[in-house]
Antibody, heavy 120, light 108 residues
Framework: QVQLVQSGAEVKKPGASVKVSCKAS????????IHWVRQAPGQGLEWMGI????????DYAQKFQGRVTVTRDTATSTVYMDVSSLRSEDTAFYYC?????????????WGQGTLVTVSS | EIVLTQSPGTLSLSPGERATLSCRAS???????LAWYQQKPGQAPRLLIH???SRATGIPDRFSGSSSGTDFTLTISRLEPEDFAVYYCQQYGSSLYTFGQGTKLEIK
């Protein structure tokens, strides 16, 4: 079965960086797309960016361009999201999610979420 | 950017009743690119509906989706206790994915 398993919770100071991992299994890693979506505690959902595992191509919401970098390792079917210059407003659950095929434009599987807390 | 506005913010109903949740887009949305998700406390969201009206795998047929112009609707025909949760709509357009702010469906 399809699974997206994320790395554990992180606590960071303002200005630091965090790297969250997402290991995919149960399907052909390069046949789907992986996105990142975040949710501040008690708030709604916000799309951050996408990576196409087969090519490594990425795209980001304008809000996150220059501060978020998504990469992948096809050998381990793992996607990584790096967020730099963290501020308190970045405290949120970060989810990796799967877009099942090119052009689907919806998210059929979600990771369990990684809580990133930014606090001095 | 296409803004999705969900209403009501909170909907209070009893098990067995019919729920109608609304999602209005600020401009035209391709009906192929409108989805609905359910989120329960402490859990990740779960896909319910994609392409406006196609149920995801394993989703009961009491969940249905429809549209009229820029208005999209999620209907739950007969509420079960496990249906009380927060619901989000989501769209794709102009290389951007956006979500509505959510509707909380609570037990009356």
């Amino acid at each position: 079965q399809v699974q997206l398993v994320q790395s554990g919770a992180e606590v960071k100071k303002p200005g630091a960086s965090v790297k969250v991992s997402c290991k995919a299994s149960g399907y052909t890693f390069t046949s789907s797309y992986i996105h990142w979506v975040r949710q501040a505690p008690g708030q709604g959902l916000e799309w951050m960016g996408i990576i196409i595992p087969s090519t490594g191509n990425t795209d980001y919401a304008q809000k996150f361009q220059g501060r978020v970098t998504v990469t992948r390792d096809t050998a381990t079917s793992t996607v990584y999201m790096d967020v730099s210059s963290l501020r308190s407003e970045d405290t949120a659950f970060y989810y990796c999610v799967r877009e099942p095929y090119r052009g689907a434009c919806y998210f059929d599987y979600w990771g369990q979420g990684t809580l990133v807390t930014v606090s001095s | 950017e296409i803004v999705l506005t969900q209403s009501p913010g909170t909907l209070s109903l009893s098990p067995g009743e019919r729920a109608t949740l609304s999602c209005r887009a600020s401009q035209s949305v391709d009906s192929n690119y409108l989805a609905w998700y359910q989120q329960k406390p402490g859990q990740a969201p779960r896909l319910l509906i994609h392409g406006t009206s196609s149920r995801a795998t394993g989703i009961p047929d009491r969940f249905s989706g429809s549209s009229s112009g820029t208005d999209f609707t999620l209907t739950i025909s007969r509420l079960e206790p496990e249906d009380f949760a927060v619901y989000y709509c989501q769209q794709y357009g102009s290389s951007l994915y956006t979500f509505g702010q959510g509707t909380k469906l609570e037990i009356k």
